[in-house]
């Protein structure tokens, strides 16, 4: 059965995710953002940064460690911006003023299907 965001909180195993996800997650916008400021990172590296011919806005990035296929396959699917280069992979989160388990850590949660059974 797929989890949809909205009754992702009552899986048993939600707790456990969210716990992982805050201790892989580091904010790292200002480095993000001086790194594409010098053109170290290239703006052609940020990928889901539109939606509906839109450009999201980020306010915040933050490195993840985990870089293989299955989550890049994963966030490509979705719709969460994110940096990839040969430095790392960097998450964008479009919203801001709440808690991370609040919104990105559920898209990614729900992005990786980790709660679908």
């Given at each position: ?11 048993k195993d939600?707790k ?8 892989e997650?580091a904010?790292?916008?200002k ?9 170290i990172?290239?703006y ?8 509906d ?7 915040q990035?933050?490195?993840?460690p ?24 960097w998450?964008?989160?479009?919203s ?11 898209d990614l ?9």
């Amino acid at each position: 059965m797929k989890t949809t965001k909205r009754d992702i909180t009552e899986h048993k195993d939600y707790k456990f995710c969210v716990e992982r996800l805050e201790k892989e997650l580091a904010n790292q916008t200002k480095l993000v953002a001086y790194l594409l400021g010098k053109y170290i990172f290239e703006y052609s590296d940020i990928y889901n940064e539109y939606e509906d011919g839109e450009q999201k806005e980020i306010f915040q990035w933050l490195h993840y460690p985990d870089t293989s296929d299955y989550v890049l396959e994963k966030l490509n699917e979705s719709d969460i911006p994110y940096i990839k280069n040969n430095y790392g992979l960097w998450i964008g989160r479009t919203s801001f003023g709440q808690a991370w388990e609040y919104d990105i850590i559920r898209d990614l949660i729900h992005a990786f299907g980790w709660l679908d059974n």
